[in-house]
């Protein structure tokens, strides 16, 4: 069982048996209906150190600040947090991926460059906000559709970090980041155009390789 008493500065504190030994968890400025909320947590922690916690547990050492949560850990009841910067986790998770393309890690590499440009690299990547998020977004100075792809990517890395524990919120999730064509990139190829253009190839394979999609409707190189 767990105890909880406050210091003549109005500090509570929590104290446990651990093996016979008298351990404290100094909680600070907490009242009292949060430090015997927290007794209770701490006493399932406590009972389930030979089974593993339930999801409920879990779930409240999620939510636990990091100052906190690193007493815990120094006191040997659950694992400490992972800390990474924003460079070294997203080299992290490049280095993974090792079943991309080489043109999508092109993509990952210039959009780690704006974060780490923006962010710093020696940022600790828990402390980037969604404010943070959208102002690295309202930062980038290339087309929208180049905008919708960084989002996307930046989403992707930190969904990861997400999944594992190094944050405990996507700061960029909120960010529009689907797909989008740029109609002002389209252009009609006339038959003018194409008779010009096949006039002046070199050979027969590249006439087919011209001529093909634009008569054929066939993609070029895929099909």
């Given at each position: 069982m767990a105890s909880v008493s406050k210091d003549?500065?109005?500090n509570r504190k929590i104290q446990y048996l651990d093996d016979g030994r008298r351990r404290t968890i100094y909680l600070g400025k907490y009242n009292a209906r949060q430090a015997n909320a927290f007794k209770v947590k701490?006493?399932?922690?406590?009972?389930?150190?030979t089974t593993g916690?339930?999801?409920d547990v879990i779930q409240?050492?999620?939510?636990?600040?990091?100052?906190?949560?690193t007493k815990l850990a120094r006191l040997g009841l659950v694992k400490p947090r992972a800390s990474h910067t924003?460079?070294?986790?997203?080299?992290?998770?490049?280095?993974?991926?090792?079943?991309?393309?080489?043109?999508?890690?092109?993509?990952?590499?210039?959009?780690?460059?704006?974060?780490?440009?923006?962010?710093?690299?020696?940022?600790?990547?828990?402390?980037?906000?969604?404010?943070?998020?959208?102002?690295?977004?309202e930062s980038l100075t290339v087309g929208n559709v180049t905008v919708r792809k960084r989002s996307s990517i930046a989403k992707q890395i930190f969904r990861q970090a997400l999944?594992?524990?190094v944050v405990r919120e996507n700061p960029f999730s909120h960010l529009v980041s689907a797909s989008k064509a740029n109609k002002d990139r389209d252009f009609f190829v006339d038959a003018e155009l194409t008779t010009r253009v096949l006039d002046a190839l070199p050979n027969v394979q590249w006439?087919?390789?011209?001529?093909?999609?634009?008569?054929?409707?066939?993609?070029v190189p895929s099909e």
């Open positions: 003549k500065k109005g701490l006493e399932a922690l406590l009972a389930s150190r916690p339930d999801e409240w050492l999620e939510s636990l600040p990091d100052d906190i949560h924003v460079e070294s986790y997203i080299d992290l998770y490049i280095a993974s991926r090792t079943d991309v393309k080489r043109s999508t890690l092109g993509s990952w590499y210039q959009t780690k460059r704006t974060l780490v440009d923006f962010f710093g690299g020696d940022r600790d990547i828990r402390s980037i906000t969604p404010e943070m998020a959208t102002r690295w977004r999944a594992d524990s006439r087919l390789i011209f001529g093909l999609p634009r008569y054929g409707g066939i993609r």
